[in-house]
């Protein structure tokens, strides 16, 4: 009698596909590729440096943290957001901490993220130009997951820059700009989080926050003007260009809650709202999300910015391998894109504890037992 095959078990290499991993650091051949040949089943060359190994690990390593990023903040918005017929008006309890620690992860690989950028400096300038011009005229411009992640956080079409008067996707293949244009009709991370924030029920607590905030405000600003005017390390004409600063803060703070959009309004209110009271037991989750989430708003920017670094390290200022004018391209996307902007504008408006209204009634806010 034959025995019965026996039924396939995980081992370490299969379970993580390690044979299909670790066979892709070799770089398709393009010398030896006709038109229309697939890259993918391409004979490969051998590295053209010792560091070209590095390159490409290093790459690599970041689209699979991108990928895991993707599939965080993807739950995070879907935790947060209306979806369809399931909409739902409010958030329960456990989402929130749930989405707390989803960001906190993505926080985490950011950090990890920016270490590695050291790795790729180990690689002395000169050698990499050994294999650069092979690359060309590929770039990390063309990261589809890049912009993945950008758009599922909420970079919007508006805020991004031209690359050289043409759409920042243009270099990329029409299947991936398909994917794009597809993802930019979705729910961003951005826009989940200020629906979010503008159902927070601030009028069940306290109906006139947002006047109450503002004359708060107001009176801070009367003091911050007083202060710079008896201010004697000042000309007249920089005292009073202090006195007008305090007093636009005060009336951009008036705009910020009630002088706009409704339902941005609403979310700017419920982020003044959340930041104030933080202390108290209903808001300490809402609290911690939000700060995780400006958290993940530095940590995009100053990847950005540390990429920005390691590239002038490497190439100094010249064009890229992508044809963008390289580094002053980075430095323009690293201090202009800001997803959650309007969030961050709030901390000009925050008051020290005791300006803050005090709630009519706190234990609102407190712990509820069934
Ligand atoms: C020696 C290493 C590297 C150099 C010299 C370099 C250089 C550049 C340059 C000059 C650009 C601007 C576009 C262009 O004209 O090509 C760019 C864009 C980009 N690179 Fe790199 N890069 C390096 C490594 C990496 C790595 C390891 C990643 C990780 C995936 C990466 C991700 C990106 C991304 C996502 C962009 C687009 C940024 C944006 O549009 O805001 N780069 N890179």
Same mark, same amino acid.
């Given at each position: ?41 391409? @004979? ?52 929130? @901490? ?102 927070? @029920? ?78 108290? @037991? ?89």
């Amino acid at each position: 009698m034959s025995a019965e095959p026996t039924k396939p078990v995980p081992s370490y290499s299969t379970y993580l596909q390690l044979q299909r991993l670790l066979s892709a650091q070799l770089p398709p051949d393009y010398a030896q590729m006709t038109p229309g040949t697939d890259a993918a089943t391409a @004979p490969v060359r051998s590295l053209a440096h010792h560091d070209e190994m590095l390159f490409i690990i290093v790459h690599q390593a970041y689209e699979l943290w991108f990928s895991l990023v993707t599939h965080e903040l993807s739950r995070v918005r879907d935790l947060l957001g209306r979806r369809g017929a399931a909409a739902r008006d409010t958030v329960s309890e456990d989402d929130i @901490p749930r989405a707390v620690n989803g960001v906190r992860r993505v926080n985490e690989i950011f950090q990890v993220l920016m270490q590695q950028w050291r790795i790729m400096e180990t690689m002395n300038p000169a050698s990499f130009l050994e294999f650069r011009d092979l690359i060309t005229p590929a770039s990390g411009f063309q990261s589809l997951q890049f912009r993945q992640l950008e758009i599922l956080a909420g970079l919007s079409g508006n805020l991004r820059m031209d690359f050289e008067g043409r759409p920042y996707a243009s270099n990329l293949e029409g299947w991936e700009r398909k994917r794009l244009s597809a993802m930019e009709g979705e729910l961003t991370l951005k826009a989940a989080l200020m629906d979010w924030l503008s159902r927070t @029920p601030i009028e069940k607590v306290f109906p006139q926050f947002a006047e109450k905030y503002c004359e708060a405000f107001a009176g801070y600003c009367n003091e911050q003007a007083a202060l710079q005017q008896n201010n004697p390390n000042l000309s007249d004409a920089q005292r009073q260009r202090a006195i007008d600063a305090a007093r636009e803060q005060a009336a951009s703070m008036h705009t910020y809650v009630l002088g706009g959009d409704a339902s941005r309004n609403r979310a700017h209110q419920a982020f003044l709202f959340i930041a104030s009271y933080r202390h108290l @037991p209903l808001l300490r989750w809402p609290s911690a999300l939000l700060d995780t989430i400006i958290e993940f708003e530095q940590g995009f920017r100053l990847f950005r910015f540390r990429h920005a670094r390691m590239v002038e390290r490497m190439i100094g200022a010249r064009t890229g391998t992508g044809g963008s004018p390289g580094v002053a391209y980075l430095d323009n996307t690293s201090s202009q894109y800001k997803i959650f902007g309007d969030l961050l504008e709030a901390r000009n408006f925050t008051l020290a504890t005791q300006r803050v209204p005090k709630l009519p009634d706190e234990s609102l806010l407190g712990f509820r037992f069934a």
